[in-house]
């Protein structure tokens, strides 16, 4: 049986709604690329510019023991030595931390740690490690006597933490993005045995500190002003000369301030812990470990540009200390190989460039910044020694 013809007309209709299947099918899957890429950019942009901590919950509590604490066997709960751990009562938003110590037993499933906390978690509560420790204040972190000050920056009055000290020389810290003044608790009590005062600042847009039009982290871009500006407070209060002490972009601003101030005559030393040198680097570090894929991370420069109005290679102080000849004041840089958001390899070239000027102290398996939580003993010791040279 032969059918008839199919009319011009019935196949050119058939032909335009493929087409326009067609079309729609791609637009789609274009505005799903787009909104997957633009998602991603965003994810890895607010790991840079975000001004605060906010670390999900990620564990439960499994157990609670007399002054121990049981957790899922995960990287973070086996990692050995010192660490925070903040949980929240089941059923309620009120949060409580304490401070985790040695491993006492561990299994393929879980892990017993010490724990030192005023008040002990519950089984089932929801909990996360932190490199940070303490959350508080240097007094009921460590028993230190400190004051609230305030010193004055191009923005306004800046609060920070002053502890007095017998020595004439300041220890300036700089803590890095999120973590906040409390980053510092770690290596206070260390710094106070040895007799230095120490300020431990905020700058632009922390919380509590004036805030800039953009309301974003700058990278060290326009932050290294409020450093200028502690390191003129100490010296108007009786500072002979300052260590500058920078945590992850604590570290970059440190660097931009003795790339770019106008008078670093006052720096006597400075120490890094895990220090934003190369963004690019670190972009690249953190896209990998979220999974991103390289091409968005490619465009993250520019992006960062316009949503921050940050240029990245302004803020590259490893290539600026190149270009200037090195560092002037003697380094002590702590980094450790775990590192997923700066990545150990830019530490390791910095003192790779200037071997007679940085000391680099590798701690091995030390997440971002945790290189005092993993050793702390090492650590307190190599800063010890490093200040009774260079302090």
């Known amino acids: 049986m032969t059918h008839p013809p199919t009319p011009p007309s019935t196949r050119r209709t058939r032909r335009t709604r493929r087409r326009r299947r067609i079309v729609a099918t791609v637009a789609g899957l274009t505005a799903l690329v787009l909104g997957a890429t633009a998602g991603a950019l965003w994810l890895l942009t607010v790991k840079l510019l975000h001004p605060i901590d906010d670390t999900p919950l990620n564990t439960r509590v499994v157990a609670v023991g007399t002054a121990t604490v049981t957790l899922p066997a995960t990287a973070e709960s086996r990692a050995a030595g010192t660490y925070g751990l903040v949980w929240q009562d089941s059923g309620s938003a009120r949060q409580h931390a304490g ?121 060290g871009d326009t932050e290294w002003r409020d450093l200028d500006a502690a390191v003129r407070y100490a010296e108007a209060h009786g500072a002979s000369g300052v260590v500058l002490y920078g945590f992850s972009m604590g570290g970059g601003i440190v660097e931009n301030y003795l790339q770019r101030a106008s008078d670093t005559g006052a720096v006597r030393s400075v120490v890094l812990d895990a220090p934003a040198l190369d963004y690019g680097a670190a972009i690249d570090t953190i896209a990998t470990h979220l999974g991103i894929p390289f091409p968005v991370a490619d465009v993250a420069a520019p992006f960062i540009r316009l949503r921050a109005g940050v240029d990245l290679d302004r803020v590259d102080t490893l290539a600026a200390n190149r270009r200037t000849g090195g560092p002037e004041q003697p380094v002590l840089l702590f980094h450790g190989t775990a590192d997923t958001v700066v990545p150990y390899a830019t530490s390791a070239r910095f003192a790779r460039d200037w071997p007679d000027r940085v000391h680099l102290v590798t701690v091995a398996g030390a997440v971002h910044t945790g290189a005092w939580n993993a050793d702390p003993a090492r650590y307190d010791s190599e800063l010890a020694a490093f200040l009774d040279q260079h302090g």
């Open 99 to 219: 401070v985790l110590g040695r491993i006492t037993a561990s299994d393929a499933r879980t892990v017993t740690r010490e724990l030192r906390a005023a008040t002990p978690p519950a089984a089932g509560d929801k909990a996360k490690i932190t490199v940070t420790v303490w959350n508080s204040d240097p007094r009921q972190a460590a028993g230190l006597d400190y004051q609230e000050v305030d010193y004055s920056g191009d923005l306004g009055p800046m609060p920070a933490w002053y502890l007095p000290g017998a020595r004439d020389t300041w220890v300036i810290q700089v803590h890095g993005l999120g973590a906040g003044r409390s980053a510092g608790l770690r290596t206070m009590p260390r710094l106070h045995g040895l007799g230095y005062p120490v300020l431990d600042i905020t700058y632009r847009n922390d919380p509590g500190a004036p805030r800039d039009t953009n309301g974003n982290r700058q990278l």
